[in-house]
């Protein structure tokens, strides 16, 4: 459930929800109403929690994959010590997607709730975010 992980993260980090709604631009009440489930965040609220509290909008939205950034570089290092993963694609332009990629994509799309296309809408977006940061250079 979003909401326990919204409140897990807050607390873990040391943070109150009136924090927290200051930060994201919400009521206190608001937060309230997620963390106990009787409201979800819209998608931009969520991500804005996710930067927040800095874990992976693809966690406090699902559940899946690393929570923290900690946890995902440790996984990378671990990847790459032993040789199974290398961590350049960065330094590669994006690939377009096959075919396939494509019908699997628009297949599985069509099977979701509305609510779950704007959710994965917007955990696309962040990635795609994070692509166009990770690639910038400083400004001087």
């Known amino acids: 459930m979003i909401g326990h992980r919204i409140r897990e993260a807050r607390k ?11 930060q994201i631009g919400v009521s206190q009440p608001s937060v309230s109403d997620w963390e106990s489930g009787r409201n979800d965040p819209t998608m931009d ?11 992976h909008i693809e966690w406090l939205a ?3 994959g690393p929570r923290d950034y900690a946890d995902m570089l440790g996984e990378l290092a ?13 330094l590669q332009p994006p690939v377009p ?8 994509f628009s297949r599985l799309l069509r099977r979701l709730q509305p609510e779950q296309r704007v959710l994965l809408l917007g955990v696309l ?6 692509e166009k940061t990770d690639g910038e250079k400083p400004a001087k």
């Open 125 to 130: 977006r962040s990635l795609v975010d994070s």
């Open 62 to 64: 699902t559940g899946r």
């Open 97 to 104: 997607p096959s075919r396939q990629e494509t019908q699997e």
């Open 12 to 22: 873990q980090r040391g943070y109150n929800q009136q924090w927290l709604a200051e």
């Open 78 to 90: 671990c990847q790459e010590k032993t040789g199974e993963y290398n961590y350049s694609r960065k």
């Open 45 to 55: 609220n969520l991500a804005m929690a996710a930067r927040v509290l800095d874990v």
